[in-house]
């Protein structure tokens, strides 16, 4: 049975930092492109960054780029997310997501994953 399962958020002051994990099993998660996406209350799913199968590349939405960065750790089975410089906007519940095998590249439409897990909150306040 594929799951996956995020943890790692909290509550950090303005300019914290925060370390997202998403934990696969039930499969191999570094064969499957890995993104992450977020919700606040009130609006819709956004991309926030992905990381292709097998790690070749990364992409990150504009409003993170240079603040979060994605890595795997093969042997756990997790790919992480570190998130840096958090701004009063970022707080929400971010997911991580696989799409189905065979599909490698990264994208960040919620609509090309099959794969969700149940999220983890993160809150940025001071």
């Known amino acids: 049975q594929v799951q996956l399962v995020e943890s790692g958020g909290g509550l950090v002051q303005p300019g914290g930092s925060l370390r997202l994990s998403c934990v696969a099993s039930?499969?191999?998660?570094?064969?499957?492109?890995i993104g992450w996406f977020r919700q606040a209350p009130g609006k819709e799913r956004e991309g926030v960054s992905c990381i292709s199968g097998r790690g070749v590349s990364t992409t990150y939405a504009d409003p993170m780029n240079g603040r979060f960065t994605l890595s795997r750790d093969k042997t756990k089975n997790t790919v992480y997310m570190q998130m840096n410089s958090l701004k009063p906007d970022d707080p929400a519940i971010y997911y991580c997501a696989a799409r189905t095998k065979g599909f490698r590249s990264c994208v960040l439409s919620h609509d090309a994953y099959a794969y969700w897990g149940q999220g983890t909150q993160v809150t940025v306040s001071s």
């Open positions: 039930g499969f191999t998660l570094d064969y499957y492109a």
